[in-house]
C-alpha cells in the first residue's frame, strides 16, 4: 500500500470513529482544525471529507460540512495498521522508551512513530493519551506530544507505588480459601522456579517472563479496576528492566528466583507475616536493581 493511501485510510477511519460520537446534523470543525486533529495534510483531510460526501456519510458545501448519519463498521477501510492489537503496540511502545532510544523531554513525532510501531496515528493519539494518567506523556498545548520520560526519579516513586500494591495483594492472596485457583497457580509457580534454578546456567534468560507471570498472578486476586490499570504499566517497566542490564544477569536472576520462591512458600504456608518481609525484600531488590540501570546507562 502506498503511504499517501495508507495515510488517507488511517484518516479517513480515524475520523470515522470521531463521527461515531455525534448526532446527525452536527456541523463538523475546519479542513484546518480536522487536519491538527489526525496530524495528516489538509490535502488528506479534503480527500477524507470527499469520501465521507460520497458515501453518504457527511454533507460538505464548502466550509459547511453536516454528519447525515452515523457511521456503522462496514464503512471503514482496511489499513495495514490493522494487524496491531492494543495490546502489542502497548508493548512496543514501553519496549521503544525503556531500551533508552528517547531521552526525557523528547517531542515525539506521531505520524514516524505510528510508522515505526506499526500502526494508524489515531491508534497512536489514542493510547498516547491513555498514558497521560501514568505521567509518561503529555500532550502539548498546541498539539502534539511530549515524552516525559523514564527517569530515576519516575523509577523510584513507581517502585514504592509497587510496594503497596504488593502488599495489598499479599494480604488478599493470605485471604483466600483452599480451593481458590490462586493456590494451584502458585503450586505450579513453584514448580517452574525450581526447574528454572536447577537450571539457571543455561536458562537465565527465561527469568523475566517467569517474573511478568509470577506478579501476574499474585496480582489477580485483586478485585480492584484501577490497581489493575497500574499493574499493567508497573509489570511492563519491571518485565523490561531485565532487558535493559546484562551485567551480573545470571547472579541477579538467579536471587530473584530465589526471592520469589521465598514468597510464594510464605503464601502457601498461610504466613502472611513472612510474605509481607519477602516482599518488602523483593521489590527493594528490583527497585536498586532499576535504578543500577539507570546509573550504568547515565539516565537522569
Not at 484546518?32 to 495528516?40: C, E
Not at 502458585?186 to 537450571?199: D, I
Not at 511478568?212 to 490497581?227: A, D, G, I, K, Y
Request: hydrophobic share 45%; aromatic share 8%.
Amino acid at each position: 500500500m502506498a503511504r499517501t493511501d495508507e495515510r488517507f485510510r488511517d484518516a479517513y477511519n480515524a475520523l470515522l470513529r470521531d463521527l461515531t460520537s455525534l448526532e446527525p446534523g452536527t456541523g463538523l470543525p475546519s479542513e484546518l482544525a480536522l487536519a491538527d486533529r489526525l496530524d495528516v495534510s489538509r490535502t488528506i483531510v479534503r480527500s477524507t471529507l470527499g469520501r465521507l460526501d460520497s458515501e453518504g456519510i457527511i454533507d460538505w458545501q464548502g466550509r459547511r460540512k453536516t454528519l447525515i448519519r452515523k457511521p456503522i463498521a462496514s464503512d471503514g477501510l482496511q489499513t495495514d495498521g490493522d494487524a496491531v492489537s492494543p495490546d502489542e503496540l502497548e508493548r512496543a511502545f514501553f519496549e521503544w522508551i525503556l531500551r533508552f532510544d528517547v531521552a526525557p523531554g523528547t517531542s515525539l513525532n506521531v505520524t514516524d512513530l505510528a510508522r515505526r510501531l506499526r500502526v494508524t496515528p489515531h491508534a497512536l493519539q489514542e493510547f498516547l493519551a491513555s498514558l497521560t494518567r501514568f505521567g509518561l506523556v503529555q500532550r502539548r498545548v498546541k498539539g502534539g506530544w511530549d515524552l516525559l520520560g523514564f527517569t530515576s526519579d519516575y523509577a523510584i516513586e513507581l517502585s514504592d507505588f509497587r510496594l503497596m500494591l504488593e502488599l495489598n495483594a499479599v494480604t488478599c492472596v493470605i485471604a483466600q480459601p483452599d480451593g481458590h485457583a490462586i493456590w494451584d497457580q502458585m503450586s505450579r509457580l513453584e514448580a517452574a522456579h525450581l526447574e528454572l534454578a536447577a537450571n539457571m546456567a543455561d536458562r537465565f534468560h527465561d527469568f523475566s517472563k517467569l517474573d511478568e507471570r509470577f506478579h501476574t498472578s499474585l496480582w489477580s486476586v485483586v478485585q480492584n479496576r484501577f490497581v489493575s490499570e497500574f499493574q499493567k504499566v508497573i509489570s511492563l517497566i519491571f518485565h523490561y528492566h531485565y532487558q535493559w542490564d546484562k551485567s551480573d544477569e545470571l547472579q541477579r536472576n538467579a536471587a530473584a528466583v530465589a526471592e520469589h520462591l521465598r514468597l510464594i512458600r510464605a503464601l502457601k504456608a498461610r504466613d502472611e507475616a513472612a510474605a509481607i518481609a519477602a516482599a518488602r525484600d523483593h521489590i527493594r531488590t528490583a527497585k536498586q536493581t532499576l535504578l543500577s540501570s539507570f546509573r550504568r546507562h547515565d539516565l537522569p
